[in-house]
């Protein structure tokens, strides 16, 4: 059985050629990006458009972490859960890419590939790219400030629903060049909704991931500010303290 939706805003042009379906979105060829044991990446020109397609083969070759067989036939693939992040923060409100087809293919019940192409997203670039080339413009405080708000914002509406990105890190944050900039949220197979304990959990792994660079490219000052706006509060509490703490221990002897 094949599941396979393409987006009608792209009929007519040459993407429906390429992505209208599961087989030719596997038959098409591009300029490699990223590649795993299970998936790949590969970037693809068409309309004057670049589109970033990925696949996924297989459920892997270790019978225990495939639960026996099983995980094929009753788990959430990697794929599934990245198309269907990606519609709900645009449900959200929250600037994403845009999906230009997506959906599986399963034999008997058990899954054997599936895709999503996404749009790139124009004159943006990722935040750890950024940090990385020393950007001027992370030393814009005006600039920051406004970035960070809205990279606040976006944190806040997940966890608030329940949900945590689970690897919230700058390179996943695109950027766009506007003078009033716009934050666009990516790539998120491995979030999902959580509640109780391990919720607070995923939700101090989302804030120490964003800091993982934001200790090295922004001043006290800043993540305070930064942690304010995402928790709503002019002063920190005592909970807001304590939950800093955590964040700052999350990855200690990890890096």
């Not at 670039?125 to 030393?139: H, K, S």
């Not at 391990?198 to 000052?221: E, F, G, N, P, Q």
Request: net charge positive; glycine share 8%; with cysteine.
């Amino acid at each position: 059985m094949i599941d396979w939706t393409f987006n009608p805003e792209f009929h007519g042009r040459d993407a429906e050629r390429l992505f209208g379906s599961l087989a030719a979105t596997f038959t098409v060829k591009g300029e490699p990006i990223a590649k795993a044991p299970l998936s790949s990446v590969e970037r693809v020109v068409a309309d004057g458009t670049r589109y970033y397609v990925k696949r996924y083969v297989g459920n892997g070759k270790n019978a225990v972490r495939r639960w026996f067989g099983l995980r094929g036939l009753i788990a959430p693939q990697r794929v599934v859960k990245e198309w269907e992040n990606l519609l709900r923060f645009r449900a959200w409100g929250i600037p994403t890419a845009t999906l230009v087809a997506y959906g599986l293919e399963r034999v008997r019940g058990g899954f054997v590939r599936g895709a999503l192409v996404t749009a790139e997203i124009a004159g943006t670039a990722d935040m750890g790219t950024m940090a990385n080339e020393n950007d001027v413009r992370l030393d814009d405080r005006k600039w920051m400030a406004e970035v960070m708000r809205q990279v606040a914002r976006y944190a806040r509406l997940l966890h608030d629903a329940g949900f945590a990105h689970n690897d919230l890190k700058w390179r996943n944050l695109l950027v766009d060049r506007g003078e009033s900039p716009t934050v666009f949220l990516i790539d998120c197979p491995s979030g999902g909704f959580w509640r109780g304990p391990m919720l607070r959990y995923r939700i101090v792994k989302d804030l120490a991931c964003l800091d993982k660079i934001a200790k090295h490219r922004m001043s006290r000052t800043q993540r305070l500010r930064f942690y304010l706006d995402y928790a709503g509060h002019r002063h920190l509490t005592v909970a807001d303290k304590r939950r800093i703490r955590r964040i700052l221990r999350f990855f200690s002897g990890r890096e």
